[in-house]
């Protein structure tokens, strides 16, 4: 999970001429992804300390106050909202920092079409199975944002939205 920046800044070892990719994201979906995924993980877990009997109340109450809905989440005041956010603050980081120039972009929306490329470089034969972990690209993400929401993205993802062609 690190980008580009932190590879060259830990100066970490890498072989010659390394190729970089990366998939990227619709801003707007990536949000509501997010929120899927904490919902669906905060639920599991509850279910499982209570099959367990391990009464842990952490897991509860965030599970409650994410049960309160995505524009509760979304606006909540907890520790992955900051000003200025680094790459590790995934809600708010946009995408093309974790990139550089030299970095193959290919776009979550068409990954079937653009994962051709990493193939014809690896010379792989065998297609990946893709999967969305949350399960979020079975709801539209449009249906979830009210205007307040979409104009926080809108201002918080400015560059991700314009570099990668991406609009509501």
């Known amino acids: 999970h690190a980008g580009v920046g932190q590879i060259v ?4 070892k890498l072989p010659d001429n390394p190729v970089f990719f990366a998939v990227v994201r619709n801003p707007f979906a990536r949000q509501f992804s997010h929120y899927i995924y904490h919902l669906n993980m905060h639920r599991d877990i509850v279910k499982t300390n209570k099959l367990k009997n391990i009464n842990d109340p952490t897991p509860i ?3 409650e106050r994410l049960e309160k ?6 606006l909540s005041d907890d ?11 995934y809600r708010w980081t946009n995408q093309w920092e974790w990139i ?17 490329w990493l193939y014809a ?3 792989c034969d065998k297609p990946l199975t893709f999967e969305n972990v949350s399960k979020s690209g079975i709801l539209d993400y449009r249906d979830f944002y009210s205007e307040k929401l979409r ?13 990668f062609g991406y609009d509501f």
Request: proline letters at 4%; zero cysteines.
């Open 9 to 12: 800044e830990k100066k970490i």
């Open 121 to 123: 470089r690896t010379g």
């Open 69 to 74: 809905g995505f524009e509760h989440w979304f």
């Open 79 to 89: 520790e992955f909202v900051r000003p200025k956010p680094r790459w590790w603050d």
């Open 151 to 163: 104009k926080i993205v809108e201002k918080r993802h400015r560059v991700d939205l314009e570099k």
């Open 100 to 116: 550089n120039d030299d970095t193959h972009v290919m776009k979550y929306e068409r990954l079937e079409k653009d994962i051709q």
């Open 61 to 63: 109450k965030t599970l």
